[in-house]
Nanobody, 115 residues
Framework: QVQLVESGGGLVQAGGSLRLSCAASGIIFSSNTMGWYRQPPGKQRELVASIASGGTTIYADSVKGRFTISRDNARRTTYLQMNSVKPEDTAVYYC?????????WGQGAQVTVSS
């Protein structure tokens, strides 16, 4: 049974930092592309960043230079370091694990950035 558990969300002031974590179980973690998505209020879910099994990363233009995705295969955990956050970063952030034709989601973590 696949489980992705996000943690680290909360309230942060604009310009501050926050780190999200996603602990995975029930998957071959090292073989999965791990991603962070977000869904702002009233909007569709969008990709924030992803990191492939080999370490290749992809970022949305809106977070380039501010957010960093990383993974620790030994801990089966992926991270999203969020720096210089803006009010428009407010959203529910979801962890995703993807491999070939399978995709799994976490329950989501709320991030609220106050101006």
């Amino acid at each position: 049974q696949v489980q992705l558990v996000e943690s680290g969300g909360g309230l942060v002031q604009a310009g501050g930092s926050l780190r999200l974590s996603c602990a995975a179980s029930g998957i071959i973690f090292s073989s999965n592309t791990m991603g962070w998505y977000r869904q702002p209020p009233g909007k569709q879910r969008e990709l924030v960043a992803s990191i492939a099994s080999g370490g290749t990363t992809i970022y949305a233009d809106s977070v380039k230079g501010r957010f960093t995705i990383s993974r620790d295969n030994a801990r089966r955990t992926t991270y999203l370091q969020m720096n210089s956050v803006k009010p428009e970063d407010t959203a529910v952030y979801y962890c995703n694990a993807r491999r070939q034709f399978t995709s799994s989601w976490g329950q989501g973590a709320q991030v609220t950035v106050s101006s």
